[in-house]
């Protein structure tokens, strides 16, 4: 285990980067993980110790939680200090399993976790004029990374675009991944990440039947809508699977089964799932 030892900054990390650091963490109380800062001294290589800031996070009830309920965070910081000369490494106390934020993310992506640590450090960058000519494997990952975020906020653009004729009439929406945080997780882990529309039905656009028991079939437009969704996201590689909610259950079915559908329906849900070969995003 890499020795850590307790040490003075001084001018290493500077007061205005921890407390901008601090703010950050603040969003970690919401969820009940409780975090410390300390400064230490950081053995990366196990012989020269760098100045370092380090966050102790767990669960403030001493249970588990998952890397995705602290992605948030650690997105922000990332993106906070991209520009500067400080690295970011994670690990699990008492382990000798450090590594950087990337490869820490994909190594622990829905693993239980009860404690990590995070070591904010000094790490001057190589020059701009050399990184113009040096390719490395974190290089290649980065640009892999931004391309897939550049793309998925496109697909997510166009989505908002269709969705615009269910706000027309009066029908709201959520679309999830929501935000650029959101859409960065989905970026890096691929699967396993929620991406679907939730859509809120104001019965005022379904007819009423004869027998006023319920609601009839949904206007051809919002039929329309749904196909043009499906169509969308089968050309960028997703399978869409659809629900409907009414008072006490949710039915699966498919878009074309959507014009059968009566009764007090409150929600369409449509998700989206990678196909087994599928444009790769």
């Known amino acids: 285990m890499r020795y850590l030892k307790s040490y003075k900054l001084f001018e290493s990390v500077s007061a205005d980067i921890k407390a901008d ?4 963490l603040l969003e970690l109380t919401d969820y009940q993980i409780e975090y410390s800062v300390t400064e230490l001294k950081y053995y990366k290589d196990g012989i020269k110790g ?3 800031l380090r966050v102790y996070i767990k669960d403030n009830q001493d249970r588990f939680f998952r890397l995705e309920d602290i992605m948030d965070v650690l997105l922000r910081i990332k993106d906070y200090l991209k520009e500067s000369d400080y690295s970011i490494d994670l690990g699990i106390p008492n382990s000798d399993d ?9 190594e622990f992506s829905g693993e239980e976790l009860y404690d990590i640590n995070i070591f904010i450090y000094n790490n001057p960058r190589i020059s701009p004029f050399k990184r113009k000519y040096t390719l490395t494997g974190n290089d290649i990952f980065e640009s892999r990374f931004v391309s897939k975020f550049e793309e998925l906020k496109e697909v997510i653009s166009t989505i908002k675009d269709i969705c615009q004729e269910f706000k027309d009439n009066n029908c709201n929406y959520q679309i999830e991944p929501s935000n650029d ?3 960065k997780v989905m970026a890096l882990q691929g699967k396993g990440v929620p991406f679907y529309i939730d859509i809120d039905i104001d019965r005022r656009i379904i007819k009423q039947d004869e027998k006023r028991s319920g609601f009839g079939p949904f206007p051809e437009w919002f039929i329309e809508t749904c196909r043009r969704i499906e169509d969308y996201m089968l050309s960028e590689g997703f399978k869409t699977l659809v629900s409907v909610r009414y008072p006490t259950d949710w039915v699966n079915l498919d878009i074309d089964e959507l014009e059968e559908q009566t009764g007090l329906i409150q929600k369409v849900f449509l998700e989206f799932i990678p196909n087994e070969v599928s444009k790769e995003i």
């Open 50 to 52: 760098e100045d370092c």
């Open 181 to 183: 945080i959101r859409i």
């Open 21 to 24: 650091i601090e703010d950050m």
């Open 98 to 106: 450090y590594l950087d934020i990337d490869n820490f993310m994909k």
